[in-house]
């Protein structure tokens, strides 16, 4: 992964809009949070292979950056994004890591869906 | 320890086995007994990617793959199952199907003795399902004919509610195996690694303990 570049993101934002994609998106603070710390509210939130069309995809910030996605009726959007990836199967691989490089959150837009 | 017939082990994640029980588990192959390693996932939802990140969601699980074979590869168990459920929804699975998905390989098997995570005392959604999953299929076999479960704990009142472990393995003979084991899951495990054999090699007294000693609670029906 590459720390974002963010006209290079929102081209292929760009690309995938008004077809069918499908979108992976998750948050986590990782299953220990609570254990080693009794204070911490721990939450997260996940969906794979959400099937949608988004007729706008905006990539904004100063860094780390928040991606929103406008489909249909509704709203996808992601916080926290550092780093990109156009994988081997043309696919945006966009993730968010803390500041110990542990992944926080994760924002993937596919045409074909995931394994 | 006890010279076991075959012994089963059953966690959700690769690397769940390095920590607690790869010196049980080196121990039981040196001894000539086959182990199962089955293994519900491929750890999809690890958060450790390095820092520049070293791979991506989608990859996450093609290298943890390779890194369960070789950690099995050096603790010397022939046989290893990945069952092919996704890290973080075991919970969510249907609980008879998946009793019975273990059930299938404990008939097949036939473990005197199984390892798994006990179920409330392990901290991790997916550990809790996999101990009750497991305990589910065994509670469907007769009494006498259930074998021998042991139990790994560490929830942080698992002393407290449960008592003291009943087992503890002193593993010191074969705790380069379980350190190569360990490192073998190098995605999760080599910023912690690098810590703890530092500190073993100072002598700490709580690292030693806990790399040593490997504490089992023998689940009572």
């Not at chain 1, 963010?6 to 990782?30: M, P, W």
């Not at chain 1, 996808?76 to 490089?101: K, M, N, P, S, V």
């Not at chain 2, 009750?132 to 469907?140: E, M, N």
């Not at chain 2, 087992?167 to 379980?178: A, D, L, S």
Request: aromatic share 8%; glycine share 8%; charged share 25%.
């Amino acid at each position: 992964m590459e720390v974002v570049e963010i006209q290079k993101v929102q081209e292929v934002i760009n690309s995938f809009a008004n077809k069918d994609v499908y979108i992976h998106l998750e948050t986590t603070n990782g299953a220990y949070a609570s254990h080693f710390n009794q204070s911490f509210f721990s939450a997260g939130a996940y969906i794979r292979n959400a099937l949608v069309r988004y007729e706008l995809g905006k990539i904004t910030g100063n860094g780390p950056y928040r991606v929103g996605l406008k489909i249909n009726l509704g709203w996808i959007y992601a916080e926290g994004i550092t780093h990109y990836e156009i994988d081997e199967q043309g696919r945006l691989l966009l993730a968010g890591h803390d500041y110990d490089g542990k992944l926080a959150v994760a924002l993937e837009i596919s045409a074909t869906p995931f394994e | 320890m006890n010279k076991e017939r075959h012994v089963l082990v059953v966690f959700p994640h690769p690397d769940d086995e390095a920590f607690g029980v790869s010196g049980t588990i080196a121990t039981h192959v040196k001894n000539g007994t086959p182990v199962t390693y089955a293994c519900l996932t491929l750890g999809e939802m690890g958060r450790n990617m390095g820092n520049p990140p070293f791979t991506n969601r989608e990859n996450l699980p093609k290298i943890r793959r390779e890194e369960l074979k070789e950690a099995a590869r050096v603790l010397g168990i022939q046989d290893l199952r990945m069952l092919g459920y996704r890290d973080k929804t075991v919970e969510f699975e249907d609980e008879e199907k998946l009793a019975n998905r273990i059930l299938e390989i404990i008939n097949e098997v036939n473990p005197s003795l199984i390892i798994t995570f006990y179920p409330g005392y392990a901290v991790h959604p997916d550990h809790d399902a996999t101990g009750a999953a497991v305990i589910r299929a065994v509670g469907k076999m007769a009494p006498d004919a259930r074998p021998t479960l042991h139990c790994v704990a560490f929830s942080n009142n698992c002393v407290e509610e449960l008592g003291e472990a009943d087992i503890i393995n002193n593993i010191g003979n074969v705790v380069e195996t379980k350190l190569a084991a360990i490192r073998a899951h190098r995605s999760q495990t080599e910023l912690m690694f690098k810590d703890m054999s530092e500190k073993i090699k100072n002598q700490d007294p709580q690292v030693m303990a806990r790399v040593y000693n490997e504490r089992f609670w023998t689940y009572k029906w």
